[in-house]
């Protein structure tokens, strides 16, 4: 676990690395984060996703397996007790903790538009933000990343003026935090050029269009449902190539993997699928572990 | 502004200030808050509680007027927007900021009792002080106190069991905070025993029962109107005497006093009573300019 | 604009009654549309929208100068207790009393698009029709009219498919029900086509375009609020014409015209608006008692 | 323990029924209660408790099974697209629906006591009632029955205030509706008062005391599990005489048997109790097809 305060020894390294991967080096003689792809992956899940006497997906289980959980923040779902209740299980995991940002709407658990403004939204965002972090700082824990939830996720992607006020609610919450956005969005854009990190989120259980959109679930083949087919093609979205709908190959810069934890069946393949990644000499660690901060150089 | 970091100088005017007043200096060689009794006072109000469209108090006008703002949270009034307005507002009037603490009851505005577990009342004031403080930082702000709202101050004034919720949900979130709670109460003893500064409230619009209660509102002359009046049982209280409803003298420990701004004439009282108050050589300033933290003792 | 559904009889005899001007009645020896139109309006307002602690509006004092009160349900604001409250006003003023059905927006006050399915919106719009018709019944009353509130006002006046919810809901309640939408829009022919009652509406205090839409509130001119010109303006709505933004005239087959009880000044203007109407011989009368029943033609 | 308000003709009548043996009528040709105590009782079951993508309990396996679903309505659970989803299948499966009625307490799922004043509570029971009525009405059903919920219902069981204000809602809305509460509870008795009918309700599942109260869930022996035990506990509630935790014998009168849907195995205890009861010659039937309406006597 290197950064932060990376060490000359470690910067050679990957300068080094550059030139046998055929990476680049940039202005700063800093090491592109092109070379780390397909060497190091983050896997995420959505966790923490109960309410009250109601649970949702399998958390227990899933903890373990990934190392990147997205805790829901009492907005599209979670409440302060199980928000806790995730963390505490993250840490003993050793997985990482983001905020798993929704839109004010328990009822359609965040997956409907909820057209507030851009003032509303901002304070919303940064209002979940610090309660998470309140919540995990009193267990000793601190946020790794951020993750829009549901529509917001969706919407944000094509939107600058939306991608806009999530990153401002990160940037002024904490400007460490790595945004998880999806891979070559518009939210990726602005989130760097704002000198946000930002994981790249690829999702191995869903068909890519050679747009490098995700098929929409109502299409045929548009999720893929068997184990060992998800398992190899998060190793091909790690190595950052994966077979389009249309029958081509779409490149992608991928970070993290997004599994879920709450369809029959789910534990088996995340299980399965980290397997495969680290049989496939992918490392799968945090995504911060790996994310050089724009800060830094 | 001195502290923190009291410099010799103040330490050594301080000295003479106990000798001078009476006052006790404790083992390690530190002024006693009862020094400062009848010389500094602050003033508090509850603002911000307005939710959406819905307006509550007379907060423009009130903000210049008190030294710290309890600012609800969303749990029983509040809303992102409203909350991150609300400390833009005090930091213009350098007012100091705190959470208002309350149930998860918009309904009924926090007067009612919701039957929480310890730890759900835990996680939820946990994840209140977040949102708050998170919307301050925004602003570059950060929280001075806590004030437990409605029935939940009522309650833990009487009950250690629920006061010490309330204290271990500050203690892990900030340990560095002032508690704001009823001159005398139980929640003033169980945050004493764990070392939290607590400045000890008084209303000076409410007659007070030989016991330091509040004679409660149903009951004649409960509540005095009158500004005049008001003002002048301000600075009673400040200097720590105040006749009772039965016709003698309660002697009470006053570091803030709570001036209401959502009653007609609310804010020529407030203005009176910060005016009476100065009149009468009592400084008016942030609880936390003259409440010596334990942790540094 | 004659409406659809007419017999060949029924116009014939409207004919007649017009030429014997204001007293028409139809087989049921009820007054038709037609006849009382610059005759009878009805005049309502948004009431009951406080919520818990919150008050909004002047409710005590708009009730008797309006004869149809929109109530809010639950939904953008209005609780059980100001509901049934409300209601309670009404009958004392002789106010008929309908449903303001509203998205599930308190913190937006409905004023935001909520993105709910046609299933959701429906069985929502249900929700509230029910739990309002309840608290009615429970004092001995019944609703007259529907409104739909803020957002869902608005698109629906533009959108069929929205329109048909919420009059897919209404005749599922009670296709008795009188539903108030604005003059010459999309919901007033989707009604229609449901051979649903339909309440015109107009806004006494708003601009209009040629189109027959409102001008646009960030725009000048568009909202009126001298008393004077906005009772003019509701005696020229009444009886059928009103000059445009753009300088020209356009006609409107108006029942019912809004009025605001929220603003500053609305109650003076509610009553000048009454007195201008009934001083111009027009009777001021509730929308049920002069809508003709599509059922019984 | 017989009824108040019945005739002596009635009570001559009923002895002679009763000689005959079970097939008592009365004037209406209606089975009286008397005659089918332990030989008719009705099954319930808290149904539609999920709210939004929020799942609980088994309500497509549990519905054939009993004879009246409690459907949530909204304040402790329930959202408007599940309370008619539910209805839904309770009119396939020819079970009757009743209201669940709550605290307004999603996150606490109405276990937890909310402080409303008797007017807060009486208008938001009246408020659910409606909304589930208006639902129920979009598909031509109507309710049979009244269940209060959680902290309510056990409330209301020891308190003649709270009995008294579920009990004024339920006839202000619909006196003809039946109130399920504990068999022998003040709620019993306040409702008979009023002369509304009432299904004293008994649970199959859990260990009574000899004053007739449920063993508490954390003492040992509270809660059986053994499908076959509950099944033949059942048959005996329905008789009328139940074995209690202190060995001696407690006698009830139970019109229905409440079975949980939620737990591990509820489905197959369920179906084992209903085959029970029917083998035992014990007809299973909704309570309102034997329970006399007390206003027609």
Known sequence: MPPPGRSEKFIQRLRTVCLLAGGGVDEQGQPSEEVSMGQRVDINADLGEGYGAYTFGMDEEMMPVITSANVACGAHAGDP??????????????????????YPDLWGFGRRHVD???EQLYSFLVYQLGALQALAGSLGASLQHVKPHGALYNEAAGS??????????????????????PAGSTTVRVARDRRLRVAEEGFADRAYTAQGTLVPRDQPGAVI??????????????????????????????????LHGDTPGAVRIARRVRHELEESGIKVQTASSFLRSQHSG
Do not use: Y
């Open 81 to 102: 007790v199980i928000m806790r209740d995730t963390v505490r299980r993250a840490l003993q995991s050793d997985t990482a903790v983001g905020a798993h940002l929704g």
């Open 116 to 118: 507030l403004s851009a």
């Open 160 to 181: 600058a003026d939306l991608s806009a006020v999530v990153c401002d609610a990160i940037c002024d919450f904490d400007d460490n935090l790595v945004l998880f956005a």
């Open 225 to 258: 449902q068997d184990p060992g087919e998800v398992a190899s093609r998060a190793v091909m979205l790690a190595r950052g190539e994966i077979p389009t709908a249309e029958g081509g190959t779409l490149k992608l810069n991928i970070d993290t993997i997004c």
